[in-house]
């Protein structure tokens, strides 16, 4: 729910106070840089799309029809720059003829931290619904909304991937043992 603190404050960044941008960026920097890095896997990439995503959101955020909606629409914004990225990556691999790039591997500078090399293993669509859910707190509505994909598909997103990281993160506990 927004408050009415969060509409005066994208009413005011619409007409140019950067002070007020700066508040409400403040307010969901965290949770985008995380969905961002889950579904990346790379630190650098992550920052580089949220940087990327909050500097189209403040050029365009007068654009903005409702003041209430700030954090789905730069959500929105940074899916569209991180399916940009992928797309990158996808590029990279094809060039790289014997040296395949694996994105998972990235993961490696996150010592200690299984669940990003799990994040790794699925598919882009589950890391995607799962990211949105699990780190954005978004309801299964709200990520249809966010990726175009119906809400049947992102429920079989989201029990697949769980399904597959319960079963990956256990194997990776099993190994330390």
């Not at 966010?146 to 079963?167: E, M, N, P, Y």
């Amino acid at each position: 729910m927004k408050t009415q603190t969060d509409i005066s404050l994208v009413s005011r960044a619409a007409k140019g106070d950067t002070k007020a941008f700066a508040l409400l960026y403040k307010q969901v920097y965290e949770e985008i840089f995380y969905y961002a890095l889950a579904n990346l896997g790379n630190e650098d990439d992550a920052a580089d799309c949220v940087q990327d995503a909050a500097l189209d959101a403040f050029t365009g955020i007068k654009k903005l029809r409702d003041e209430g909606a700030f954090k789905g629409w730069i959500m929105k914004i940074l899916i569209t720059k991180i399916k940009l990225r992928q797309k990158e990556y996808i590029a990279s691999r094809q060039m790289q003829s014997t040296d395949e790039v694996d994105i998972a591997a990235y993961s490696s500078e996150f010592e200690g931290v299984e669940i990003m090399d799990a994040l790794g293993l699925l598919s882009d669509a589950e890391r995607e619904c799962i990211a949105l859910k699990y780190i954005g707190g978004y309801k299964g509505e709200e990520i249809t909304k966010l990726t175009g994909i119906s809400h049947a598909t992102v429920r079989s997103h989201i029990a697949r991937a769980k399904q597959k990281l319960r079963s990956l993160l256990g194997d990776m506990s099993d190994e330390e043992e």
